[in-house]
Nanobody, 124 residues
Framework: QVQLVESGGGAAQVGGSLSLTCAVS????????LAWFRQTAGKDREFVAA????????YYVDPLPGRRTISRDKTKSTLSLRLNNLNPEDTAIYYC?????????????????WGQGTQVTVSS
């Protein structure tokens, strides 16, 4: 089993930045990749970014460089997401997810473990 606990969400201004953290515990040696998804009311969970746990290879939905940065620290057993140049469309609940096998990084069905989510609210 793997446990995921997000933190770092909150309110931010348009154009500002936020850092989200996910504490990863349990059988982390079995993990292949971790990811961030986000969800707003009435919509499906949307892929944001993913990273392989061992190799650190990253995948992003956003082609704009620097807009979002995913990273992981195996020594601290944490996953992070840096959100830059925030806009109101970034308002959502952000979820940390983990999976033990390869596959599509962007498909939430590939992920076996989920955190409880952390709210991000962006206003002008």
């Amino acid at each position: 089993q793997v446990q995921l606990v997000e933190s770092g969400g909150g309110a931010a201004q348009v154009g500002g930045s936020l850092s989200l953290t996910c504490a990863v515990s349990g059988h982390t040696s079995t993990l292949y990749a971790l990811a961030w998804f986000r969800q707003t009311a009435g919509k499906d969970r949307e892929f944001v970014a993913a990273i392989t746990w061992n190799g650190g290879t990253t995948y992003y939905v956003d082609p704009l460089p620097g807009r979002r940065t995913i990273s992981r620290d195996k020594t601290k057993s944490t996953l992070s997401l840096r959100l830059n140049n925030l806009n109101p469309e970034d308002t959502a609940i952000y979820y940390c997810a983990a999976r033990r096998s390869g596959g599509s990084s962007a498909d939430p069905n590939e992920y076996e473990y989920w955190g409880q989510g952390t709210q991000v609210t962006v206003s002008s």
